[in-house]
């Protein structure tokens, strides 16, 4: 169960978000409101302590806030804003389980959207 937290919290910080732009914005806060669930939902069938879930929620949070800054120069009308929504959709679209079970692998939008932030100017 532990475990499961851990790779819910690494997803999370592994998949970016939030712009200037509405439809990025919206995505992101899609995003991350599913693996907030999903992790609140793997606490609530855990037999944790308070201060560990305390711990395990305020990660989340601060991932959630990693990710958005991973995103804020992803304006509109730059090359990434397409395939960075495209990104945090494919990971809203996932269910928990599938979030579990992928591990730190990457959706294939979120994979193209890696690779084209790697070799941006």
Do not use: T
């Given at each position: 169960m532990k475990r499961n937290l851990l790779?819910?919290?690494?997803?999370?910080?592994?998949?970016?978000a939030a712009t200037q732009a509405t439809s990025l914005d919206d995505?992101?806060?899609e995003m991350c409101e599913k693996l907030k669930y999903c992790a609140l939902k793997d606490v609530a069938e855990s037999d944790l302590s308070p201060e560990m879930r305390a711990m395990i929620l305020q990660s989340m949070e601060g991932a959630c806030v990693s990710i958005?800054?991973?995103?804020?120069?992803?304006?509109?009308?730059h090359?990434?804003?397409?395939?960075?929504?495209?990104?945090?959709e494919s990971m809203a679209a996932l269910s928990c389980e599938e979030i579990e079970s992928r591990g730190d692998q990457s959706t294939p939008e979120c994979a193209r959207y890696e690779k084209m932030a790697a070799t941006a100017p």
């Open positions: 790779v819910l919290v690494f997803a999370l910080m592994g998949f970016g995505a992101y806060h958005q800054q991973q995103f804020a120069n992803v304006a509109s009308a090359p990434l804003y397409v395939p960075a929504s495209a990104c945090m």
